[in-house]
């Protein structure tokens, strides 16, 4: 059965880039930093593999391409993407060596406005995976399978002690759900993508 899974990292920006920002951007604020690192243990115990993390991230263009790479402002504990809850979309990913980076777009919905609002102020802010996938224990250490499939990155409050900060356990999620988040043609393009792979 797959879980719902969660990674948390702090997503680090000073208040003068938030005021830049919207002057290069129309009123729009963006902001870069690290998404998510592979092979290293995180907070909840898991470490994600590096070739898992990678296929991810190349099947996760289609999203940023489609305009469909949004996340919510806090973490919800489900596998959809609900526009009520949007605040942000996703304009970059890209991995170098074990980190990806990226570039998210605060959007001027209401979770947006919110967000924004809470930048401005200087209220720093973390980034969270969510994803669905099955993990197998190793020692301490749990690690996410090769069946993980990357749904978005949502914007969450920083922990108030460093490392200290504990998402809720993954739960189960049903294949009705799956097929709510990923189309028909989402699973067509991460099987291509998988053969192309294979194929270099």
Request: charged letters at 30%.
């Amino acid at each position: 059965m797959l879980k719902l899974l969660s990674e948390y990292n702090l997503f680090d920006y000073k208040p003068e880039d938030v005021e830049k920002s919207m002057e290069d951007n129309n009123g729009h604020i963006i902001l870069s930093g690290v998404l998510q690192k592979a092979d290293l243990l995180n907070q909840n115990g898991r470490v994600y593999p590096r070739n898992i993390l990678e296929r991810e991230i190349r099947n996760y263009q289609k999203f940023i391409i489609e305009s469909r790479a949004l996340g919510e402002l806090d973490h919800p504990d489900h596998a959809v993407v609900e526009l009520k809850n949007v605040s942000h979309a996703i304009i970059e990913a890209r991995m170098e060596d074990d980190v990806v980076y990226g570039r998210l777009k605060i959007l001027n919905t209401s979770a947006g406005k919110e967000l924004q609002a809470l930048v401005k102020d200087g209220i720093k802010i973390g980034i969270s995976s969510r994803g669905v996938g099955s993990l197998k224990k190793e020692g301490d250490r749990h690690i996410v399978q090769d069946d993980f499939q990357l749904i978005c990155w949502d914007v969450v409050s920083e922990p108030s002690t460093p490392g200290a900060f504990v998402m809720k356990e993954g739960r189960d999620i049903s294949e009705k759900e799956l097929k709510a988040v990923f189309s028909q043609q989402d699973r067509i393009s991460r099987v291509l993508n998988d053969i192309l792979i294979l194929k270099k």
